[in-house]
């Protein structure tokens, strides 16, 4: 069964870290992994390089981390319309030249994790267009876990979807939270993947 629950009512918005700030580039899925990799390296927030490729991890002291990751796989795998069966790489090789997620997580212990300052950080990576999307994007599925340990929300835009995740602790405070950015295509397999995980 669907349930409801309330981002915009979580907390307050907290401003972003320094090392969160810098102006947007562009970068998103659908592009190539090569296409990717050059923006991740030239975004003034990113600044990959050469050896971590889809992958960086940015902390500016130990109680607060930033995680961005790109993946040419859909959350759970490939898997045929209908089916739990995994596709297995050679299927679908050609795939695997295209992102098809990008996904960014904040930890913080000094300050909560919320929902707006995933938002700001999605704005701060990709810009106005996506965040523009993302606002006027249909939420079409949340879910809390078995004792609230984690809330999240799928929505539907015009130009991709995207996922939101918190994970509350004992006192119902996030200290970790997540946003992915995927093909609008996947997110009927996310949304299955979600209901067998959580319900």
């Known amino acids: 069964m669907k349930k ?18 810098a102006t947007p580039s562009y970068g998103l899925p659908g592009h190539s992994v090569n296409e990717v990799k050059t923006w991740m390296q030239g975004h003034p927030t990113l ?26 796989f859909p959350v759970g795998g490939f898997q045929q319309s209908g089916s739990n069966d995994v596709w297995s790489p050679s299927s679908r090789r050609s795939d695997f030249g295209t992102v098809r997620r990008e996904e960014f997580i904040l930890v913080d212990y000094d300050e909560p994790v919320t929902v707006e300052r995933l938002e700001a950080s999605l704005r701060t990576l990709y810009g106005p267009d996506a965040y523009a999307d993302y606002r006027r994007a249909q939420a079409v599925y949340d879910y809390v876990a078995a004792a609230g340990t984690i809330q999240g929300e799928l929505r539907l835009g015009s130009l991709y979807a995207y996922w939101i995740e918190l994970t509350p602790n004992t006192s119902g405070v996030s200290t970790t939270g997540k946003m992915n950015v995927l093909l609008p295509e996947d997110i009927e397999h996310l949304q299955s993947y979600l209901q067998r995980q959580y319900l």
């Open 4 to 21: 409801r629950i309330g981002f915009g009512l979580l907390a307050l918005g907290i401003g972003l870290p320094a090392w969160l700030s």
């Open 47 to 72: 600044r990959a390089n050469t050896r971590e490729g889809l992958r960086v991890h940015r902390a500016d002291v130990p109680s607060r981390r930033f995680t961005f990751q790109a993946s040419v």
